[in-house]
């Protein structure tokens, strides 16, 4: 999930201003529905305008945490792309991190990738990837890539991403967000990333590597719908690739966005795709195989 798109709701009502609380409203009615992919892009920056301060970002995080907490999940992996926000990167960072910290409880578990986009500068990309390294004991456990990807081309910043793999941080990929994307073969075979999100538009010749290297894929059942990756549930090609037996997760992507805490994606493969449950058990029992953080 990315920190941006999972805030909770009552928590950004309480800090906004009457005219951010008007077009937070405004923004999550028309998600509701469904946009386009990039129209989509622009929920996250009314986010980013009422979360503008450090103090924000940790108080954010912690209310994220705990309602987590209350939808029943054990572990997660907090996605977000590093902000300056006044007292630079490494607080924002810090300011993460202990919004974590305050809500450490026994049985929750929670982790933070961050996240770089195709068109990431390579000074922004080195400095992301330092900052991880230096708090991976505090719970910085890999890097994601994300973001609008029909912009940008992960050529420039691939040797960033390989120096990351290869110091010991995973490497979570979205790809398949768009047909128009030209670089996943390159990301396949340069950075054998850990995890792929979403996979919806892959070419052929990416589909057949992430099946071969069995290379787990991340489903966001709601997201996928919402931004018309696909136009039903059941065109979602990984859950066939998830029957037959290839490693998938389900996941949420934006809760606040799309209004789907991981309680409710679970319920859709029930409710809308007829899986048996004892499938869905087993899928959410092996979803702890493929994290970055073996426990
Ligand atoms: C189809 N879904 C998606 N596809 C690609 N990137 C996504 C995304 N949903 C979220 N993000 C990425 O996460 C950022 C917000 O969190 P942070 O401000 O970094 O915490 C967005 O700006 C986007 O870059």
Redesign the pocket.
């Known amino acids: 999930m ?4 999972s805030f909770p709701l009552d928590y950004l009502i309480k800090v906004a201003s009457d005219e951010e609380r008007r077009i937070l409203n405004e923004n999550l009615k028309k998600a509701s529905e469904t946009v386009s992919y990039k129209e ?2 622009q929920m ?1 920056k009314i986010v ?1 305008q009422i979360v503008c301060t450090e103090d924000r970002v940790r108080e954010g995080t912690y209310w994220l945490c705990e309602a987590l907490k209350e939808d029943g999940v054990s572990y997660v992996e907090i ?3 590093l902000k300056d926000l006044g007292l630079g990167f490494e607080n924002y960072l810090k300011a993460v991190l202990e919004g974590i910290e305050n809500a450490k409880s026994p049985g929750f578990k929670a982790y933070v990738a961050l ?1 770089l ?1 195709r068109n990431s500068s390579l000074e922004i990309a080195k400095r992301t990837v330092s900052l991880a390294l230096k708090y991976k004991e505090r719970g910085v456990i890999g890097i994601d890539v ?2 609008y ?1 029909e912009e940008g081309d992960i050529r420039e910043i691939l040797p960033v991403l390989s120096f990351a793999k290869a110091k010991g941080l995973g490497l979570l990929v ?1 790809m398949g ?1 768009s047909p128009l994307e030209t670089d996943q073969m390159v990301i396949l075979q340069a950075l054998n990333p850990d995890r792929i999100g ?1 996979g919806v538009h892959l070419s052929e010749d990416a589909k057949q590597v992430i099946l071969e290297k069995k290379i787990p894929v991340e489903i966001c059942l709601s ?1 996928s719908l919402c ?1 018309q990756m696909i136009e039903k549930l059941e065109e979602h090609p990984w859950l066939f690739w998830g029957l037959q037996g290839h490693p998938i997760v389900i996941a949420t ?2 809760p606040l966005i799309f209004r789907s805490p991981l309680s409710r994606e679970y319920s859709l493969l029930y409710e809308k795709l007829n899986w048996p449950i004892e499938r869905i058990i087993e899928l959410a029992q092996d979803s702890f195989k493929y994290t970055l953080k073996a426990e």
């Not at 990315?2 to 798109?5: I, K, M, W």
Request: glycine share 18%; hydrophobic share 20%; proline share 0%.
């Open positions: 990315h920190l941006g798109g989509a892009f996250f980013s996605r977000t792309g996240s986009q994300s973001g990807s979205h967000e979403h997201s931004v992507d934006d």
